[in-house]
């Protein structure tokens, strides 16, 4: 009786020896996969943001920018490329993101650099950019202007006429910037040479001397997008109003032809699009907690077109933008803290 206990004693120790080597292995095997939550992905990693020449993207670059830098990524300044130079850098790993692309708007640029073979981009960035044309709403209700087409008469024209030629003068689009080749094509699209004129060079500029005008009480024309101030400081629907176009002229990839309409039936031209983050695919596919960052960042378009205004109006050194992107943060931790557990997430998997 006394030699069956013991052998029973024995055999429960021998189970127990067991099944505590074996939990042992499986909390060893946990600690080879899970990271601690301040686990630095990027560590050792440099990147290097591009933007356009256009200061007001600066906020939304360098919000991915911290992203990037609490992964653990050491973040080069962002360098300035023209849209379409920027995105072949990007594509030839020169630089490693830009957050200002435009699917639609810049849809030959992506596909020129090498489309998805060359370029990663999931997600929806900053959802809701919409552009187009726009006149001061006096002017429109005074003459009944709704549509483009009508800068074909004569007298309309005039009204919009700057330099005393005859023509509407258009405050346009920036050469480079992917806007002026849909406005250009539109121009013919309408037959509006030698009605209208569009006024290129640095639309800031331009559209500091638009704003004077307007506040001077002269009527106004100009293309404008939005997120950006000018929205802000010339209200659509209060201050100025949306033009209408006579039928659908945008060119999409391969030239193919994009309904504008409006589900209202009202077509501005320019068909809704939004802004995504563009990486090179090479660095993304090397890294996966960069590409699920990339993918899952979202910025409210509100916010970016207030924190314009900010730097419209005077606050728009470096550390200017480094003090409202910090504050940005500090509004939306939760958000922002989302964001970096879901990168890490992915570097764990």
């Not at 099944?19 to 290097?48: F, H, R």
């Not at 924190?307 to 200017?320: H, V």
Request: proline share 5%.
């Amino acid at each position: 009786m006394n030699s069956t206990r013991k052998k029973t004693r024995i055999a429960s120790r021998k189970l127990l020896a067991g099944a505590l080597i074996a939990l042992a292995a499986l909390a060893g095997g946990m600690a080879a996969y899970a990271q601690p939550a301040d686990a630095l992905p990027g560590k050792g990693i440099t990147v290097t943001p591009v933007k356009s020449s256009l200061a007001e993207e600066s906020f939304q670059t360098l919000l991915v920018a911290r992203a990037l830098e609490k992964l653990g990524y050491e973040v080069e300044p962002m360098k300035d490329l023209e849209p379409a130079t920027a995105h072949l850098a990007v594509a030839s790993g020169d630089a490693t993101f830009m957050a200002n692309h435009w699917p639609i708007l810049q849809g030959a640029f992506y596909a020129n650099s090498g489309g998805a073979d060359k370029l990663y981009r999931k997600g929806t960035y900053s959802p809701g950019a919409v552009q187009g044309y726009m006149i001061d709403r006096k002017t429109a209700e005074k003459y009944r202007i709704t549509n483009i087409e009508q800068m074909k008469d004569p007298e309309i024209a005039k009204l919009f006429d700057t330099d005393g030629d005859g023509t509407a003068d258009l405050t346009g689009c920036n050469p480079g910037w992917g806007c002026e080749v849909h406005i250009e094509h539109q121009m013919d699209a309408y037959g509006l040479r030698g009605h209208v004129t569009h006024k290129q060079g640095t639309y800031a500029a331009l559209m500091a001397d638009t704003i004077s005008r307007y506040k001077e009480g002269h009527p106004i024309f100009y293309y404008t997008w939005t997120p950006y101030w000018v929205s802000a400081v010339l209200k659509p629907g209060k201050d100025v109003v949306w033009l209408q176009v006579p039928f659908s002229a945008t060119e999409g990839t391969g030239g193919t032809q994009i309904d504008t309409r409006q589900p209202n039936g009202k077509n501005y031209g320019f068909p809704p699009d939004k802004q995504q983050i563009v990486a090179n695919k090479r660095f993304t596919d090397q890294n996966p907690a960069a590409a699920k960052l990339f993918e899952t960042m979202t910025l409210a378009i509100g916010d970016i077109s207030a924190q314009n205004l900010r730097m419209s109006e005077g606050a728009a050194s470096q550390a200017d933008i480094e003090r409202h992107v910090d504050g940005w943060i500090r509004a939306h931790r939760k958000q922002f803290d989302g964001w970096i557990d879901a990168a890490r997430a992915a570097a764990a998997a």
